[in-house]
């Protein structure tokens, strides 16, 4: 599919060398989807900020690879470009988790969704609250389930999407096992709705089920 919505900046899992993490640029808004420790000098190396009137993250759940360098981010945009940064999550901790990194509170804004973005609560691990989320953007919904061990929450939301990311492994436990959902997935893609596999632990056995990557 050459027109999806999401570009990576990488999707390697947890212990990977570029953080799971995408965005969207929308006119002069950039739209970026998770920030682990890996993110922000990905940020700085391909975007000038002083072009973008918004800046927004979404924030699926508190993992280091997933907010690992969102304080670091919001601190850049403050100071460097006079920007407020707007985090997009349902996170119980992200305002302490900010305050607790020294991020001043006039730097930064949290909300918990807006008209076209809605999380939907999930599974990952029993210490933290975690969430995929259904988006909308120019008539289209994608479907992104941020760190899953279950797919259940999401089945409502994908046969109105045209795009579904999804985290998948190869071992299972807190995340999807490949083997697991294979079967699912194909389901879903012969319904015209494109599948692409992310936060990837082993890319050589999960390339052979043939899902983009």
């Not at 950039?30 to 700085?44: M, Q, R």
């Not at 389901?187 to 990557?213: Q, T």
Request: proline share 1%; hydrophobic share 35%.
């Amino acid at each position: 599919m050459n027109n999806k919505l999401l570009t990576f900046l990488g999707k390697d899992s947890g212990f990977g060398e570029k953080n799971n993490s995408a965005y969207i640029v929308l006119e002069d808004k950039l739209v970026l989807i998770d920030c682990g420790f890996t993110v922000f000098e990905d940020i700085k190396k391909k975007f000038d900020l002083s072009n973008y009137s918004k800046i927004e993250v979404i924030i699926t759940h508190l993992h280091n690879d997933h907010a690992g360098s969102l304080s670091q981010l919001i601190l850049y945009s403050w100071f460097i470009y006079n920007k407020k940064v707007t985090v997009y999550t349902k996170c119980i901790n992200m305002k302490k988790y900010l305050e607790i990194t020294g991020t001043p509170s006039e730097s930064y804004e949290i909300k918990d969704g807006n008209e076209n973005l809605k999380f939907i609560k999930t599974e990952h691990v029993d210490y933290l609250d975690a969430y995929g989320f259904e988006l909308k953007v120019n008539n289209r919904k994608i479907v992104y389930t941020g760190d899953t061990k279950t797919i259940e929450p999401f089945l409502p939301y994908i046969d109105e999407c045209s795009e579904l990311y999804i985290d998948v492994s190869k071992y299972g436990g807190a995340h999807l096992k490949i083997d697991d959902v294979s079967d699912i997935l194909n389901g879903i893609s012969n319904k015209g709705i494109y599948v692409n596999l992310m936060h990837i632990d082993d890319w050589e056995y999960i390339k052979k089920f043939g899902f983009e990557m």
